[in-house]
T-cell receptor
Framework: KNEVEQSPQNLTAQEGEFITINCSYS?????LHWLQQHPGGGIVSLFM???GKKKHGRLIATINIQEKHSSLHITASHPRDSAVYIC????????????FGQGTILTVHP | EAGVTQSPTHLIKTRGQQATLRCSPI?????VYWYQQALGLGLQFLLW???????NRGNFPPRFSGRQFPNYSSELNVNALELEDSALYLC????????????????FGPGTRLTVL
């Protein structure tokens, strides 16, 4: 079992829909990082969380430390949100590195 | 402020050759991280350098090596290239940390796409 599991692996939505991507991890962590990767390969940092909830524009990220679970929500989705969303955790079995989920491929249709 | 930069953007090599990839961190960042994203395998941690020292290493063979220079830029060297080394190599940087257990947000570069023929 991977240390970081994301669901769903693929997600298709219509423009305007509310989207949720989930991330579960099996180890104790210091922080969790949500990342966005566009087809060209570049990675953009969306949120860094160690507790609670953060909001930036249409994006909301939450984390429940006790349940070892985080969610990324996108409100009023738009085709430009189409990308791969990656959850990464810091800590666990080895410090000094991020451990990544397998990513969620999001496609938003107009 | 300039972000993390990587060069070259693309690199094509043949099996058995050596590849050198370069990374310049954000100004003020002393930690540099290298990751490999091979097709279908997701992102995997390669190396972490801080203040010129290798701090941690992922589960990769010794032919993957690197170094960090006094200006905090970094090189990743891959010797005796194999076909499965074809991947996107991403560099990230962060401010240094006094404690290995605390996380400082990492900022990623655009990557170098290495193709081994």
């Amino acid at each position: 079992k991977n240390e970081v599991e994301q669901s769903p692996q693929n997600l298709t939505a219509q423009e305007g829909e509310f989207i949720t991507i989930n991330c579960s991890y099996s180890v104790g962590i210091s922080a969790l990082h949500w990342l966005q990767q566009h087809p060209g390969g570049g990675i953009v940092s969306l949120f860094m969380l160690s507790s609670g909830k953060k909001k930036h524009g249409r994006l909301i990220a939450t984390i429940n430390i006790q349940e070892k679970h985080s969610s990324l929500h996108i409100t009023a989705s738009h085709p430009r949100d189409s990308a791969v969303y990656i959850c990464a955790v810091y800590g666990g079995t080895s410090y000094g590195k991020l451990t990544f989920g397998q990513g969620t491929i999001l496609t938003v249709h107009p | 402020e300039a972000g993390v930069t990587q060069s070259p953007t693309h690199l094509i090599k043949t099996r058995g050759q050596q590849a050198t990839l370069r990374c310049s961190p954000i100004s003020g960042h002393t930690s540099v991280y290298w990751y490999q994203q091979a097709l279908g395998l997701g992102l995997q941690f390669l190396l972490w350098y801080d203040e010129g020292e290798e701090r941690n290493r992922g589960n990769f063979p010794p032919r993957f090596s690197g170094r960090q220079f006094p200006n905090y830029s970094s090189e990743l060297n891959v010797n005796a290239l194999e076909l499965e080394d074809s991947a996107l190599y991403l560099c990230a940087s962060s401010i240094g940390s006094d404690s290995i257990s605390s996380y400082n947000e990492q900022f990623f570069g655009p990557g170098t796409r290495l193709t081994v023929l």
